[in-house]
């Protein structure tokens, strides 16, 4: 069974963006979503989710900053994130219910 793939984490300033993407064998029904976990931590914490309808979730954190969407015809979920700070600094996971977690991306907020 294929992973989830995720790509575009890296280290950028406060109040900066970055764009995760995830590329899985999904079909158009299958619930795709981010889910992070901080340094030291041991939790999966919710970021954002997206269903097979388009119907959107956000942790409570997100605070409108960031924007979960997904490209069916690439079978690929994006993560926009905006105005991040250093408390977002985590493991970031894509996360489809029927193939499981990928490997994970490190993003870091650091001056």
């Known amino acids: 069974q294929v992973q989830p793939v995720e790509s575009g984490g890296g280290l950028v300033q406060p109040g900066g963006s970055l764009r995760l993407s995830c590329a899985a064998p999904v079909t158009r029904n299958d619930p795709m979503g981010w889910y992070r976990q901080a340094p030291g931590g041991s939790e999966h914490e919710l970021v954002a989710?997206?269903?097979?309808?388009?119907?959107?979730y956000y942790g409570d954190f997100v605070k409108g900053r960031f924007t979960i969407s997904r490209d069916n015809a690439k079978n690929t979920v994006d993560l926009q994130m905006n105005s991040l700070n250093p408390e977002d600094t985590a493991i970031y996971y894509c996360y489809v219910p029927r193939l499981g977690w990928g490997k994970g991306t490190l993003v870091t907020v650091s001056s």
């Open positions: 989710d997206i269903d097979g309808g388009g119907n959107t």
